[in-house]
């Protein structure tokens, strides 16, 4: 048995009850057979069973108390996977589907994302079952002391630096910022996503989405095409989703699609920047449904239940959330024509899915490369932090700019190396395992 499927059937073995963590796994370690071809020791070093083991998992018990006066208890958690390169650094995820199986495939892949960036950034993801959907200011505000009553003790600015996911936007980060003050005395650059004026860097809003299209750019650039007059289907509205549709439009592509979690809306005259922001209203403001867009706009209809992927695109942005493009989704967009997908969200394509659009030869960015610009962002802010600095939005943005297409370059060129010209699912996969299997030998058996 390769040394490959020897290691991932440990992984099963120890959390057979986690198959995001297994699907995470499984798509990063089938991809490094011909590494360990030539670098044998990275064996010897069992470094696979080590990549793949969080060097530490903390859970713990958040109550709070409701605007009814009823207690009220969730699951909060953070796992800190891999500090070979930086210190732990990951969003929070707060959903109610949050489990310590979604938290270690989202924290795996970070672990590989970070190392792209080129900063020096460990892997670690955290989060909680709580809803923040329906509940007031209050509530929120309330839940993220207590999150954080427990989380201070394991964080800071060297040593772990969460930052927002799912569910944890500007508020939620502000809320745990104050609190982690409160409890520490310390004013340190220990979450990422602050808003701007009192730590959080410019560009950090928009920095995901940016990052995902300017990594969209280089794909088509490496096939001598460009983003302009390329009709989009993105999915999502939320933080990714919103930026994304911006900076799509600023290179003159037509956004025909969003969504949320009830369906997705389509216009069929494309979402203009005025109707973008009306939907940065809707979502950021009055916390309203997708749906509310067909009747706000008549050139939209909307479809419940439904994802955008059954629509007439060229390209594909999955920008919502995990295994949202199955085996239905992915045949429709072969069978409409769809030249790229490049994913916002993490793992957004499941297995099946994935080797349909590449059978198709769909363009494919994977999202450990395609949506690193949040996280590079995030360190751009801990740098700006750790000086006491504040640096422009146009310095911020051409820095992503530049991270993004260095991302590009590096998973180009590894790819190539490897004789898997073109891969960049392969190339991301190689080139942050390499950087990060590097450290871990140089470091001994930690
Ligand atoms: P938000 O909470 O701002 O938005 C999430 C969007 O996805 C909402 O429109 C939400 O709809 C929708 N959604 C959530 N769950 C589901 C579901 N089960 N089915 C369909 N739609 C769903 O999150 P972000 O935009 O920050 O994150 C989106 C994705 O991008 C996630 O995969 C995240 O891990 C990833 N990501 C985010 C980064 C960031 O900087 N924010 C960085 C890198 C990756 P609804 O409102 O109905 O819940």
């Given at each position: 048995m390769s040394y490959v499927k020897e290691a991932f059937d440990k992984v099963k073995l120890r959390d057979p009850d986690q198959p995001e963590f297994h699907q995470a796994v499984w798509e990063v370690l089938e991809t490094l057979e011909p590494v360990f071809d030539s670098h044998p020791e990275f064996k010897d070093a069992r470094i696979l069973e080590r990549l793949t083991e969080p060097e530490r998992i903390i859970t713990f018990r958040v109550p709070w108390v409701d605007d009814k006066g009823q207690v009220q208890v969730n699951r909060g958690m953070r796992v800190e996977f891999n500090s070979a390169i930086g210190p732990y650094k990951g969003g929070l995820r707060f959903h109610p589907s949050v489990n310590l199986g979604i938290i270690k495939f989202l924290g795996f892949e970070q672990i590989l994302k970070n190392a792209l960036t080129t900063r020096p950034i460990g892997g670690g993801k955290g989060g909680s079952d709580f809803d923040p959907k329906g509940k007031s200011d209050m509530e929120v505000m309330r839940f993220c002391q207590s999150f954080m009553n427990e989380l201070f003790r394991h964080i800071g600015a060297n040593v772990d630096v969460p930052a927002g996911d799912i569910g944890v936007g500007g508020r939620e980060i502000g809320f745990l910022f104050g609190q982690y003050k409160k409890l520490t005395r310390k004013w340190e650059g220990?979450?990422?996503?602050?808003?701007?004026?009192?730590g959080g860097s410019l560009i950090r809003p928009e920095a995901t989405g940016y990052g995902q299209v300017y990594f969209l750019r280089e794909m088509l650039a490496s096939k001598g095409?460009?983003?302009?007059?390329k009709k989009c289907a993105v999915s999502g509205s939320g933080n990714v989703a919103q930026f994304c549709a911006q900076k799509v439009l600023s290179y003159g592509g037509k956004v025909i699609t969003m969504s949320d979690s009830s369906g997705y809306i389509f216009d069929k005259d494309g979402i203009d920047e005025d109707k973008l922001a009306w939907v940065m209203d809707l979502k950021?403001?009055?916390?309203?449904?997708?749906?509310e867009y067909a009747t706000k706009y008549s050139s939209a209809v909307y479809h419940e239940g439904k994802r955008p992927w059954g629509e007439i695109c060229d390209i594909a942005l999955p920008s919502a959330t995990q295994n949202e493009i199955e085996e239905k989704g992915a045949k429709n967009l072969a069978k409409n024509g769809c030249m790229a997908v490049c994913e916002g969200a993490n793992m957004p394509t499941s297995p099946r899915a994935y080797e349909i659009m590449n059978e198709a030869g769909i363009l494919f960015g994977p999202a450990k490369a395609a949506n690193a610009g949040g996280v590079a962002v995030s360190a751009l802010e801990m740098s700006q932090n750790a000086a006491f600095d504040d640096w422009t939005s146009e310095k911020v943005d051409s820095k992503l700019d530049e991270i993004m297409a260095g991302i590009h370059k590096q998973c180009s060129e590894a790819a190539q190396e490897y004789g898997q010209k073109g891969d960049l699912v392969v190339g991301a996969n190689i080139a942050g395992f390499l950087k990060v299997a590097n450290a871990m030998m140089d470091q001994g058996v930690v």
């Open positions: 220990v979450l990422t996503g602050k808003s701007y004026g009192w095409d460009s983003i302009e007059g950021n403001n009055k916390r309203g449904r997708i749906k």
